[in-house]
């Protein structure tokens, strides 16, 4: 199973080939590289993701990048963790609970 890095702290001009640089800099494989962007706007968040190959030591990663300055900022490097599940709140681009027959039949119904 591939180990997931989280790399928080980012400047928001950092790119994706930026941070694999920054990587290979170290000589640290990667699998990959991802920095999340804004759906909206598509500007950095400020954090991202880096895939270590199957040869890479994460221990290593982590010691050699945790708090490490770079473009005048300290990373945050350490084990990503798995993605939390997310409950539904309304819209849930088609998935039950906003506007489907079986959620509608299920409302308790105000009584005049």
Do not use: C, H
Not at 1 to 6: D, I, N, Q
Not at 10 to 29: G, M, N, Q, T, Y
Not at 88 to 96: E, I, L
């Amino acid at each position: 199973m591939p180990s997931k890095l989280y790399v928080g702290n980012l400047s928001f001009k950092v790119s994706e080939s930026a941070l694999s640089e920054l990587f290979a800099s170290l000589s640290i494989p990667v699998a990959g590289v991802k920095v999340i962007r804004d759906f909206e706007t598509g500007k950095s968040r400020g954090f991202g993701f880096a895939e270590l190959a199957p040869e890479a030591d994460m221990a290593k990663a982590i010691r050699e990048l945790n708090g490490k300055v770079v473009d005048g900022r300290a990373l945050t490097v350490n084990e990503a963790k798995p993605q939390a599940r997310r409950e539904s709140g309304g819209f849930d681009r088609g998935r039950r609970g906003f506007g489907d027959r079986e959620s509608r039949n299920n409302r308790e119904r105000p009584r005049y």
